[in-house]
């Protein structure tokens, strides 16, 4: 069965920490891996896209990296911002012809002052 | 960048009410959308996906005739939710995607439903 699976379900951090989310996936045939920001009561934003052969991408302070062999991903903040509270979500789509999506369940990251 | 507009983002209704949401590509042409729900601290359960010019395609245990989707033009999706009842409450987000591999979903905010 192809699934998602993210940790922590949640983290607090202090402003300017860096943090890094993970995301395990089993989907077959892989086709890419993309992370979004949801903030509260909005519709989630694409940070990141990554295909098979990409190991890390980077948007600005959020940075990427896919291990497709170990079927891992990571998120990693750098410098923390107040505004970076939200929820992320790993995607992952599957190789078929209409590009069906799997979502994890997302992590919540709390910033505090 | 591609930005997917949603109408309204926020509606509260009496129960027994049908309600219309509105999803449209605002500078792409969306070959599929998709409507999802999403439930208080829980990711986005999708609903059904909607091709431009056919019906929609739903997923188990979404009721069609609940709710309504309609993609008549390469912009525009709707959902209506038909007759409306308190467990109807959710937030509602649709999103759109070009045609061809690897194109990203691009999300709207959300539509906030209130049955009352």
């Known amino acids: 069965k192809n699934q998602v699976e993210q940790s922590p379900q949640s983290l607090i951090i202090l402003e300017g920490k860096n943090c890094t989310l993970q995301?395990?996936?089993?989907?077959?045939?892989?086709?890419?891996l993309r992370w979004y920001k949801q903030d509260t009561g909005r519709g989630p934003v694409s940070l990141t896209i990554?295909?098979?052969?990409?190991n890390t991408k980077s948007n600005g302070r959020y940075t990427a990296t896919l291990d497709a062999d170990t079927k891992q991903s990571s998120l990693h903040i750098t410098a923390s911002q107040l505004s970076d509270s939200a929820s992320y979500i790993c995607?992952?789509?599957?190789?078929?012809?209409?590009?069906?999506?799997?979502f994890g369940p997302g992590t919540s990251l709390s910033v505090i002052p | 960048g591609a930005v997917v507009s949603q109408h309204p983002s926020w509606v509260i209704c009496k129960s027994g009410t049908s309600v219309k949401i509105e999803c449209r590509s605002l500078?792409?042409?969306?070959?599929?959308m998709f409507w999802y729900r999403q439930f208080p601290k829980q990711s986005l359960m999708l609903m059904a996906t909607?091709?431009?010019?056919?019906?929609?395609?739903?997923e188990q245990g979404v009721e069609k005739d609940k709710f309504l989707i309609n993609h008549a033009s390469l912009t525009l999706s709707t959902l209506t939710v038909t007759s409306a009842h308190p467990e109807d409450s959710s937030f509602y987000i649709c999103?759109?995607?070009?045609?061809?591999?690897?194109?990203?979903?691009?999300f709207g905010d959300g539509t906030r439903l209130s049955i009352l």
């Open positions: 999103s759109a995607k070009d045609s061809g591999a690897h194109q990203p979903q691009h």
């Open positions: 995301c395990n996936y089993t989907v077959s045939p892989f086709s890419n």
């Open positions: 990554m295909t098979f052969s990409e």
């Open positions: 995607v992952v789509s599957e190789e078929t012809s209409y590009d069906k999506v799997i």
């Open positions: 500078d792409f042409q969306a070959t599929t």
């Open positions: 909607s091709n431009e010019g056919s019906k929609a395609t739903y």
